[in-house]
């Protein structure tokens, strides 16, 4: 959720539609995502607030997706979105929606968006795909839902990368840590405590425990 919000913000968008799956998954997503909004417009009092207004629909409903859609489409947002020209300029606004969900949702989000004008040639786009979207659902697509689908950017999570500068000052101030070792164990468990030379494992680091199961835990 927080990780949406920061693109959101860092695009200069003022207001996020997130369309998601009724599950346990799709529930959790959104909520993340309204969470992460809440706190960055506390922390950003005097900056333009990022509303974000959520949308869900049955997993097994066809239907309930064309009212989600439907809904969407009547928020005041979307309906001030696209692109019009005064005195020679244009100024543009984006239709910002994050879709959460899976399957047959997906084809049948985009064909919906697609037939409700929601998603549309003449008005700027940003689609984001939750993680549940798979490569096989984006190339089930086809026709109008297919053209929509051009341009859509999937969320998904990656371990520790050298080109990500937390993960690049997690790793570096490692060793330093070692003075924290005692201090740690003090609130761990019996079988949870760090040996002596755990900070001074350089192997450590560079295996994929570290930059994989150690990344998202930290």
């Given at each position: 959720?927080?990780?949406?919000?920061?693109?959101?913000?860092?695009?200069?968008?003022?207001?996020?539609?997130?369309?998601?799956?009724?599950?346990?998954?799709?529930?959790?997503?959104?909520?993340?995502?309204?969470?992460?909004?809440?706190?960055?417009?506390?922390?950003?009092?005097?900056?333009?607030?990022?509303?974000?207004?959520?949308?869900?629909?049955?997993?097994?409903?066809?239907?309930?997706?064309?009212?989600?859609?439907?809904?969407?489409?009547?928020?005041?947002?979307?309906?001030?979105?696209?692109?019009?020209?005064?005195?020679?300029?244009?100024?543009?606004?984006?239709?910002?929606?994050?879709?959460?969900?899976?399957?047959?949702?997906?084809?049948?989000?985009y064909e919906k968006a697609v037939k409700q004008?929601?998603?549309?040639?003449?008005?700027?786009?940003?689609?984001?795909?939750?993680?549940?979207?798979?490569?096989?659902?984006?190339?089930?697509?086809?026709?109008?839902?297919?053209?929509?689908?051009?341009?859509?950017?999937?969320i998904l999570a990656v371990g520790g990368q050298?080109?990500?500068?937390?993960?690049?000052?997690?790793?570096?101030?490692?060793?330093?840590?070692?003075?924290?070792?005692?201090?740690?164990?003090?609130?761990?468990?019996?079988?949870?405590?760090?040996?002596?030379?755990?900070?001074?494992?350089?192997?450590?680091?560079?295996?994929?425990?570290?930059?994989?199961?150690?990344?998202?835990?930290?």
């Open positions: 959720g927080a990780a949406v919000v920061e693109l959101w913000v860092e695009l200069n968008l003022t207001y996020g539609a997130v369309l998601y799956v009724s599950d346990a998954y799709g529930i959790g997503y959104a909520e993340a995502v309204l969470v992460a909004a809440e706190e960055h417009n506390l922390k950003n009092t005097t900056e333009a607030q990022l509303v974000v207004k959520t949308f869900p629909f049955d997993a097994e409903s066809d239907e309930q997706i064309q009212r989600a859609v439907e809904s969407l489409k009547q928020w005041e947002p979307t309906n001030n979105t696209g692109c019009a020209s005064e005195e020679g300029r244009y100024g543009c606004s984006v239709n910002n929606i994050l879709f959460v969900g899976f399957d047959q949702q997906v084809e049948a989000f004008g929601v998603l549309v040639e003449t008005v700027p786009a940003l689609v984001l795909l939750s993680d549940g979207v798979s490569i096989i659902d984006l190339e089930r697509l086809t026709g109008v839902a297919r053209n929509a689908a051009n341009g859509a950017a999937r050298n080109s990500n500068p937390l993960w690049r000052n997690f790793t570096s101030g490692w060793s330093a840590r070692a003075k924290y070792r005692d201090a740690i164990n003090e609130l761990l468990p019996l079988e949870w405590q760090l040996p002596a030379d755990f900070f001074n494992d350089d192997a450590l680091m560079a295996s994929s425990l570290a930059s994989d199961a150690a990344a998202y835990a930290y």
